[in-house]
């Protein structure tokens, strides 16, 4: 039995692992710091616990209070981040690298909590509106929802970002309402099983949503149904493997893949030596090239250079490399630490001799060299390694050979159709960067990478400052890439949330649709109460409360006294033979007064519950108003959603959107749109 710690799988509530198994090493000298665990796993034990109580528990919540959970968890991993660090390094991180996974796995955390809040209804469903009428008498309507998925979400990551990888998964099938099942590559599995250990003490975390799998999955895809999800970050093949397995296949169960990509990175035409953007790019390589030494999705493989800059590009960037410090990285001021693993380092260097079939290499010496620290001969380092290939037409090389490590290979082009060509070489890839000072190259080239890449970063000089980098995905953008980048989709936002979701089409009457969605359709039955809706409170307020205004007609001296008080004297309202040439052929009221008209019929002006009016949204002027025309408003009660906040002075209150209608004398629509309000709870 060794002295070193057995890592446990987090199952059905309970720790499972006593016996050690396989030996992890520290990255840094090759020495024993945990072991997995040689206990089976019963997944269907798993499945059966996060059916009966994970989806029980998360579904008691609703996306709001799962949103607040995701505040709370990240808020207690951030007070207890240390006890992670204090382990990553093993990895062969740095203190920034491991900032990226443990503070940057935290952030996606925050960010879905907050996304969560701001365009999540109250409630399980998500309506995806706007309903389309689909009958002529308006009783006949068509919309989208979306329901959480009634299965399990099965996490498989990588190696290289042992928090990070599990937390932008977790984050949106959290606020889907998904339990799920986290498997971590097993090399780095000691990090995700300590933020594991910290979402379970943290007692946030609701019975059964998450369960965690130290080692093989057995024979978990197998028992899969129709209802689960899969994700998958790895190696191509992997994914490949598992995609193709046939209980997925047969039971249509998702596989969501990112897998090797060779991105790159494209210093345009217009970019000289003299030029900030040139240190821009050159600074931007080499810090894909060492951040996490390398082991990034997202790293620049491929770097294409105008055949002049050949040159210029090479010295600078070797220059750049030999100042990047290698050793341990808990030692002060080494700048890029090792590889994850022994066998990593066995791999880069093997396919840095596949590389070198097609390239020279300019810089680097691979494992011969001396990184700092003791032990580190033991270590599984790495030299920043660049490299040329000045024949990039041919097929192989740096367009098909990942070494995921520290290693990337200038490409020359001729001319940006010549180097969008070789782009594309990739066959598929998370993310390029095009350096360009020319707004023009930018509309040239960046539509034609877009089909090869998830997505395209733009940098000069103005984004330079506030870049978050080429390599960084962020929740609000998608992250995946198309072919060879495993074809997947990731984060986007909200978009996320919905890859753990079932989308149904919906049809039926208003009434019936706005008591699906929980939002007011029009057409629906009103609830239409001889007290005004601004008297009653979040709370006793129902979806569909209605109130129908009383009449008011538009004159001139209304347009008048509007254009004086605004400053608006746009001819329309004021040149009556302007006016009469126009597509409306006579003077109308300006939209906004009209709006304000409308305000001015259905405010009840009296102190209430109406604690703010925060906005508009949808506002569209349907038909003109003119001198003469009469308008009436309807206000109704649209969504309510429930934040759990409170206003500055302490108020406990929700958010009301309220559908206004404003109609003329003819029963027409002149105005449409939500008007957002913050309204007091009656306790
Ligand atoms: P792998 O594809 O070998 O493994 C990825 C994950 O899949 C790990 O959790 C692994 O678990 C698991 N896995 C492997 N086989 C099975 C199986 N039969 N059933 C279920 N799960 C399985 O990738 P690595 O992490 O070892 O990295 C290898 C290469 O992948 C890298 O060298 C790099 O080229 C690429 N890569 C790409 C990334 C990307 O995001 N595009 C990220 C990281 C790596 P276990 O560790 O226990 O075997």
């Known amino acids: 039995m060794s002295a070193k710690p057995t890592l446990q799988s987090f199952i059905a509530g309970e720790w499972i692992g006593q016996t050690a198994d396989k030996t992890l090493t520290s990255a840094i000298n090759g020495k024993a710091v945990f072991h997995t665990h040689a206990e089976q796993l019963d997944f269907g034990r798993s499945l059966d616990f996060a059916h009966s109580k994970g989806r029980k528990s998360l579904l008691a919540l609703d996306f709001q209070s799962r949103a607040s959970t995701l505040r709370a968890l990240g808020k207690y991993l951030i007070d207890n981040k240390e006890s992670l660090y204090a382990i990553s390094h093993h990895t062969g ?56 998925r ?17 937390l932008e998964k977790f984050a949106p099938n959290f606020l889907a309402g998904m339990p799920c099942i986290v498997k971590p590559a097993s090399q780095t599995s000691y990090l995700t099983e300590a933020c594991v250990r910290l979402m379970a003490q943290s007692g946030l975390l609701p019975e059964g949503a998450l369960q965690l799998v130290i080692g093989s999955t057995g024979d978990l895809l197998n028992r899969l149904d129709s209802q689960d999800v899969v994700t998958f970050t790895g190696s191509a093949s992997t994914a490949n493997m598992l995609r193709a397995t046939p209980n997925l296949l047969n039971n249509a169960i998702p596989f969501n893949a990112e897998a090797d990509s060779l991105n790159c990175a494209m210093l345009a035409e217009d970019v000289t030596p003299d030029d900030v953007e040139f240190d821009l790019f050159i600074k931007e390589v080499a810090r894909e090239m060492t951040v996490k030494a390398g082991q990034k999705c997202t790293a620049i493989r491929r770097i294409l250079v105008p055949e002049n800059l ?12 030999a100042k990047v410090t290698v050793g341990d990285p808990t030692i002060e001021g080494v700048r890029m630490g090792a590889l994850a693993s022994m066998d990593q380092q066995r791999d880069v260097a093997e396919k840095l001799e596949a590389l070198k079939a097609s390239s020279e290499v300019l ?6 060299y001396s990184a700092q620290g003791d032990g580190t001969d033991k270590g599984a380092f790495f030299e920043p390694t660049l490299l040329l290939n000045s024949s990039p037409d041919q097929e192989g090389g740096a367009h098909d050979i990942e070494a995921f490590g520290p290693v990337s290979t ?23 960067t095009l350096v360009t000072k020319s707004p023009e190259i930018a509309a040239e080239v960046v539509p034609a990478m877009a089909v090869w890449h998830g997505r395209v970063h733009i940098l000069d000089e103005a984004s330079s400052k506030e870049s978050t980098g080429h390599g960084s995905p962020l929740p609000m953008l998608k992250h ?41 359709i029009r057409g629906a039955k009103t609830i239409d109460n001889p007290i005004h809706p601004f008297r009653f409170h979040f709370d006793e307020l129902q979806i569909g409360q209605s109130l129908l205004t009383h009449r008011r007609t538009v004159t001139e001296a209304d347009i008048v006294n509007f254009g004086c008080l605004s400053g608006d004297h746009f001819y329309m309202h004021f040149d009556e033979q302007a006016a009469c040439d126009s597509m409306f052929e006579k003077r109308i009221a300006h939209g906004y007064f009209v709006l304000s008209a409308a305000a001015g019929l259905f405010v009840d002006p009296g102190v209430g519950p109406v604690l703010a009016n925060y906005g508009l949204d949808t506002l569209r002027f ?62």
Not at 115 to 127: D, F, K
Request: net charge neutral; charged share 15%.
């Open 150 to 166: 009634q299965g399990v979400a099965v996490h498989i990551n990588a190696f290289n970002f042992p928090i990070w990888g599990m």
């Open 93 to 148: 991180a740095t203190r920034t690298d491991s900032w990226i996974d443990i503070e940057g796995g935290v952030a996606t955390l925050f960010a879905y909590a907050s996304m969560g809040r701001n365009n999540l209804p109250s409630g399980n469903v998500l309506h995806e509106g706007a309903a389309t009428q689909l009958g002529k008498q308006g009783q006949f309507f068509g919309s989208h929802i979306l329901v959480p």
């Open 410 to 432: 200038i490409m020359p082009y001729r001319d940006s159709a010549h180097a969008l060509a070789l782009a594309a070489r990739g066959k598929g890839s998370l993310v390029t």
């Open 622 to 683: 349907v038909n003109p108003v003119a001198i003469g025309d009469t308008i009436q408003a309807r206000l109704t009660c649209k969504t309510k959603i429930d934040q759990g906040k409170q206003s500055p002075k302490g108020d406990p209150h929700g958010v009301v959107s309220w559908d206004v209608e404003v109609t003329n004398q003819h029963g027409e629509l002149v105005a449409s749109y939500d008007i957002l309000t913050l309204v007091q709870k009656s306790s």
């Open 480 to 520: 995946g890439g198309p072919g060879r980048a495993g074809g997947g989709e990731e984060l986007g936002g909200i978009q996320g949330v919905k890859h753990y979701m079932q989308r149904s089409a919906i049809q039926g009457s208003p009434t019936m649709l706005t008591a699906v969605t929980g939002e007011f």
């Open 310 to 321: 050949v040159d210029a590009v090479s010295e600078k960037l070797s220059a750049r490399l």
């Open 363 to 368: 810089f680097g010496r691979g494992t011969e």
